[in-house]
């Protein structure tokens, strides 16, 4: 059974920074590229950082480059994604899955709120 608990979340000031976590179980977490997405209310999810198999390659969303940084351990099965300057535009429901996404059950969890509000 495919799970991916993403945690981390809260609220933030402008400016602050957090990191989340994903932890993943019921599939082979070392085979696939990883990615985090996020959902702002009113919008479509949308890749915020996506990261290959090794770690030895990482792409991001423009609205996000030089202040997120995505990373893994696959001995934990576990992705991470450091966010740092946090904006109130990065409010959003974050969500891990693979890159592309999967949809069948299990892949998209319960996600993590991120609120950057002074």
């Known amino acids: 059974q495919v799970q991916l608990v993403e945690s981390g979340g809260g609220l933030v000031q402008p400016g602050g920074s957090l990191r989340l976590s994903c932890a993943a179980s019921?599939?082979?977490?070392?085979?696939?590229?990883m990615g985090w997405y996020r959902q702002a209310p009113g919008k479509e999810r949308e890749l915020v950082a996506r990261?290959?198999?090794?770690?030895?390659?990482?792409n991001y969303a423009d609205s996000v480059k030089g202040r997120f940084t995505i990373s893994r351990d696959n001995a934990k099965k576990i992705v991470y994604l450091q966010m740092n300057s946090l904006k109130p535009e990065d409010t959003a429901v974050y969500y891990c899955?693979?890159?592309?996404?999967?949809?069948?059950?299990?892949?998209w969890g319960q996600g993590t709120q991120v609120t950057v509000s002074s």
């Open positions: 019921g599939f082979s977490f070392t085979w696939y590229t």
């Open positions: 899955n693979r890159f592309p996404p999967v949809t069948t059950q299990g892949y």
């Open positions: 990261i290959t198999i090794a770690g030895d390659s990482t």
